[in-house]
């Protein structure tokens, strides 16, 4: 480049300045009382602060403990399962028409998964240097959107719960000791009565035979003819195994 009338040569600013030093972050031994070495005495205060406080939550769990319910019957379709708090508003999401029956897959995989996928690509979707609020509208008002739906839902779904059916489904009742070695309850079992009444005759998908108040007679007719639900000529065993079976049943009560 010549150097014309009226022009100076400056030179390159691309070119750094000698004697400059590169952005290297200084020692934390040159601020003495102000910084600390990572290993050991920053990691040491972390594990403390996690050991205090994970004694701290194994401590409320043995004073409070978790609410248990009864023994898991995969026979019993009545009862109606509740998800933790956490999972409400997706629980209430599957109970909407576009959402459940057929379309299940839509209300439990595809829209949750387009919300968790659009919250991962939103460092990469929203690039833009502004972090104040209202000089990033789309991206504010998405999740706005998003946390007023979670509470939208969350909320129906806690109201229109009916938490005293809950409460009755997974009560835990002490029922009478049942004698599984007598020859009646064996009986049940290989007949496959007990898939139906529980191992405890409590009910599941078929009534309890506690306290049925019927004689053997009119238990080994039920048996025998079925009532309800239950079909005809579900005992495959001989007379003197159903009056043997009868018998037991109507001894069962929860009186001890």
Request: charged share 20%.
């Amino acid at each position: 480049m010549k150097r014309g009338k009226g022009m100076k040569f400056v030179g390159d600013s691309r070119i750094p300045a000698s004697g400059r030093m590169p952005n290297i972050p200084k020692d934390y031994s040159e601020y003495p009382g102000k910084t600390e070495a990572f290993w050991p005495n920053f990691l040491l205060k972390e594990w403390l602060v996690g050991a205090v406080f994970l004694i701290g939550y194994l401590c409320l769990t043995i004073a409070h403990p978790s609410p248990l319910e009864k023994i898991a019957d995969p026979t019993d379709t009545a009862y109606i399962p509740l998800p933790d708090w956490y999972f409400l508003f997706l629980y209430q999401l599957l109970k909407y028409q576009f959402a459940s029956s057929q379309y299940t897959v839509i209300g439990a995989i595809i829209m949750p998964g387009l919300a968790f996928g659009a919250l991962m690509l939103a460092p990469f979707l929203d690039r833009g240097p502004e972090r104040r609020p209202h000089k990033r509208p789309v991206a504010v008002g998405l999740m706005l959107l998003a946390v007023a739906s979670i509470i939208f839902l969350t909320w129906e779904s806690v109201a229109y719960h009916d938490w005293e059916a809950a409460a009755q489904q997974g009560k835990i009742v002490e029922g009478p000791e049942i004698d599984t070695e007598a020859e009646g309850y064996q009986i049940m079992d290989a007949q496959g009565c007990l898939s139906c009444h529980g191992n405890n005759l409590e009910g599941g998908a078929g009534p309890s035979l506690v306290d049925t108040g019927l004689t053997p007679e009119e238990i080994a007719e039920i048996a025998v003819n079925g009532q309800g639900d239950m079909p005809a000529d579900a005992f495959k065993g001989t007379d003197e195994e159903l009056k043997v079976m009868s018998e037991f049943i109507a001894n069962v009560t929860s009186e001890e």
